[in-house]
């Protein structure tokens, strides 16, 4: 298990491996609202964590067509099936890689961005609290979406429309406690909300995920 | 451990494309297989190795005994070869490569990205990564494409020692390896089509 999370990871950091892809999607986001809807402060610190929580999901959700495609396509997958190695782990492993190498840097940069959107000062600490409660969501959902399309030649599309819906419960709390936490409200119930969807889709996706898989490697 | 195929039938796509097949492959033995393209032998193999579901019939003693090699070798280019070696090694809970990297002559190439070999020496690397499962049966399809006739001695050699320590192999392939081996044509066990017994069959 740990050496395909180390191949994963080294995978990703090497050239062609699109580690950079969704923090630089994440930063072009942040950089261009401002632009979009105009230099008022007032406005942008009141749309700010949400702008910030979307920018995460569409980055996250850019980078998973290679989660698993790039393994279908050189056959690994196969070899995998066949290895000792239960794909329940497989897939769990794989959401875990595609954490490190997307979700933990956005998490990493999103206090840094939120500079540039005037995020309130109050908002900061509860801004990552809510990505990084909410991002490993993103993962592994964004997993199973890849499990299901991953036999699809250019399943980019269909896999976003069918992750999309299952992205908007994060995102709706995720944004929520950041938004709360900004103006100085009581986070408690959007926080605990988000830890509970990321709770119980770290623990039933991967079930899912490779079941779905089985049928597509047929 | 002996691999036991019983009157299996298996399907691709949906479609029945071999049925009533029967053999056992005993340590130490090794089965080619035969058969004109599209007859079913990667179906065949893809069921025998568990990743399909057989249409009926049963096959036993593959399940946590087998390798699998496919078409395609599930090589990442951008690791060296030593690394992609040592991937998969260290997945099936070993370790030690140089006996593999040895036994296809990969020494030379052990620090070269797997994007920049030929397609013979990728295959050697696909074949050698056999070597470092430590799985008794060997399940190959069609191992020998692109290979030049030094490596499919050197191939030949590997399966020699793999059966002389006790493994076995089921090969399909349509080159003849040298090895004193069974053969098995499939192509009389072609499912036939399904009979239509009700006037709206096809709608079933």
Known sequence: MIALLLRDLKLAFRAGGGFGLGLAF??????????????????LSRIAPGVLWLGALLACLLS???LLALDWEDGSLDLLATAPLPL???????????????????VLAA?????????????????????????????????????LTVGLKRGGLLMSLLVMPLYVPTLIFGSEVARRGAEGMAVQTPLLLLAGISAASIALLPFASAAVLRVNLR | MTLTVTDLGVARGGIPVLEGLSFALEPGK???????????????LRTVAGLQPPLKGRVDGAEDQIAYAAHSDG????????????????????????QALDGFDLQSLRDRQAGALSAGQKRRLGLSRMLVTGRPIW??????????????????????????????????????????????????????????????????
Do not use: C
């Open chain 1, 26 to 43: 994440f930063l072009i986001v942040t950089v261009m609202v401002p632009f979009s809807v105009g230099p008022q402060s007032e406005l």
């Open chain 1, 64 to 66: 998973l067509d290679r």
């Open chain 1, 88 to 106: 329940e782990s497989t897939v769990t492993i794989k959401a875990l890689a595609h954490w490190i190498t997307t979700g933990l840097p956005l």
């Open chain 1, 111 to 147: 206090p840094v961005l939120g500079v540039l959107l005037n995020l309130p000062v109050l908002g900061f600490q509860w801004l990552v609290v809510s990505l990084l409660l909410g991002t490993p969501a993103l993962s592994v959902i964004g997993t199973f979406g890849a499990a």
């Open chain 2, 30 to 44: 090794a089965l080619i297989l035969r058969g004109p393209n599209g007859i079913g032998k990667t179906t065949l």
């Open chain 2, 75 to 98: 090589l990442k280019p951008t690791l060296t070869v030593a690394e992609n070696l040592v991937f998969w090694a260290s997945v099936f809970g070993r370790n030690g490569i140089e």
């Open chain 2, 139 to 204: 399940i190959m399809d069609e191992p020998t494409v692109s290979l030049d006739v030094n490596s499919v001695a050197m191939f030949a050699d590997a399966v020699r020692a793999h059966l002389g320590q006790g493994g076995s192999a089921l090969i399909a392939t349509h080159i003849d390896l040298g090895l004193e081996a069974e053969v098995l044509d499939v192509g009389p066990y072609k499912a036939k089509p399904p009979e239509i017994d009700d006037f709206d069959g096809g709608f079933l």
